[in-house]
């Protein structure tokens, strides 16, 4: 039996990875993730160039406005860009208006914005803001907010307010935070910000290959059946075995994809550390690195040591799972279309765990969260998110590992029955019943 397990195994998994689809599948998505790891260098290639900053051209008629402008400008970019360097250079502009919009006008790209201030008797200050094109919503907000507190800053300063004062009041305030809860910290606070932001990317290939084990071993069995190769498979071994290598062969199928994910994803940040880059979300990847920084600091990279080992093995178990469900209901059906109809529930049941992993941090302290944790099929999803979060701990995951576990089981003994039965079933009709018949016998 085991040569035969054997030899079915690496028939079915040769026939997925010995293709040409294959190959072309994975250089092409090997090629993708290295492209969107690097995708501010190649678009610099193409002619962007993100280092360069962008001319602000002013024409100050009141003589007292640039100055104050330049420094809130550079406080607003460094608040919202995260960056101690600002992305403008202003250029306080000597000619008159029209000057100044003949040699927008006759710029290639648009890279620069003049701005005229005006004194206003009734509101302290009148701006003009003149450009070649739209100007990006990144831009317009750091601008007009530069300029409100400019304003602001030019009507404290009419009250005989010194600049230097000024500059304090618009300094960014450093904020302490105080917790009366002994078990509440910042990186707890800021979690938040991850599961949102990096753990939906990292949690996406499992819940990816998921669904395509299922209809993998779907499509084979189905493909199988319905050019009468079951038939003569079936006659020289065992419904068993015949299942168990669809379900093995389908899960080192996924492991050795999910693999070579992993390595094109290290192979894009390989690449990108040794090309450089310039970061086209600079503000948004230096917050997310502060906070991933501040959390391994303080600890939280002691308990990656068991939440990474737990959840791999949780993910496998999971794998399993699926392909054990995916074997059973695909022998029930005789086309694919028919297995398609069958596997919605459960692609409606993993899209609800990716879901409520993303949004996990919402329901701190329900008890239902805590439940649906257990359940086989979205437990991979949900435990790691809740691990992280803490609100859960290892023995909630060891229960969950131990649901999976059991209902493997049952699905190996009761599934089987029904395999046997459906596999050389063509026809549709009065399938059900032979199915409770099969699993009461």
């Known amino acids: 039996m085991r040569s035969k397990l054997n030899y079915l195994i690496s028939i079915s998994l040769n026939r997925k990875i010995k293709t040409k689809w294959f190959v072309i599948a994975n250089v092409i998505l090997c090629l993708v993730i290295i492209s969107i790891a690097n995708v501010d260098s190649i678009i610099t290639v193409f002619g962007g160039d993100f280092d360069k900053k962008q001319k602000v051209y002013v024409i100050d008629n009141t003589e007292v406005s640039y100055d104050l402008f330049s420094e809130q400008i550079k406080i607003t970019s460094q608040t919202l860009n995260k960056s101690e360097e600002s992305s403008y250079e202003l250029i306080k502009y000597d000619k008159t208006v029209e000057d100044a919009k003949k040699m927008l006008a006759e710029e290639e790209k648009d890279l620069s914005m003049l701005i005229v201030f005006d004194t206003s008797v009734d509101n302290v200050l009148d701006t003009k803001i003149i450009t070649k094109e739209y100007m990006d919503m990144i831009d317009s907000q750091i601008i007009n907010n530069a300029i409100n507190n400019t304003k602001v800053a030019l009507a404290i300063m009419q009250s005989n307010v010194s600049i230097e004062d000024i500059n304090k009041i618009y300094a960014p305030v450093d904020v302490e935070r105080v917790y009366l809860d002994k078990d509440k910290n910042s990186q707890d606070e800021n979690m938040d910000i991850i599961m949102t932001t990096v753990f939906p990317v990292i949690i996406l290939p499992f819940f990816m290959l998921s669904i395509f084990l299922v209809q993998m071993i779907g499509a084979e069995v189905n493909d199988e059946k319905t050019t009468r190769g079951m038939e003569i498979i079936i006659s020289n071994v065992s419904p068993k075995t015949h299942f168990f290598a669809k379900v093995i ?130 437990s991979a999803i949900l435990c790691p998110s809740l691990l992280v979060l803490g609100q859960i701990g290892i023995v909630d995951v060891v229960i969950a590992m131990v649901l999976v576990v059991i209902t493997n089981y049952l699905l190996i003994k009761y599934g089987l029955r029904i395999y046997k039965v459906g596999i050389l079933n063509y026809s549709s009709s009065g399938l059900w019943k032979k199915m409770f018949k099969a699993l009461k016998s």
């Not at 979300?281 to 040591?305: A, H, P, Q, R, Y």
């Not at 791999?312 to 028919?338: K, Q």
């Not at 765990?353 to 993303?358: C, E, I, R, V």
């Open 249 to 378: 062969a389908g899960n080192l199928f996924v492991l050795i994809q999910g693999i070579l994910l992993v390595l094109f994803g290290a192979l894009g940040l390989l690449i990108r550390k040794l090309i450089g880059n310039n970061n086209i979300v600079n503000g948004i990847t230096n917050e997310v690195g502060d906070i991933i920084s501040n959390l391994l600091s303080s600890g939280f990279g002691d308990k990656l040591i068991y939440i990474i080992p737990l959840t791999l093995l949780l993910m496998i178990l999971t794998f399993v799972a699926y392909s054990l469900l995916a074997g059973i209901l695909a022998s029930m059906t005789t086309n694919i279309e028919d297995f398609q109809q069958l596997q919605t529930p459960i692609m409606i049941i993993s899209l609800i765990g990716y879901y409520l992993a993303m949004m996990a941090g919402v329901f701190e302290g329900a008890a239902f969260i805590r439940v649906l944790s257990y359940v086989p099929f979205i």
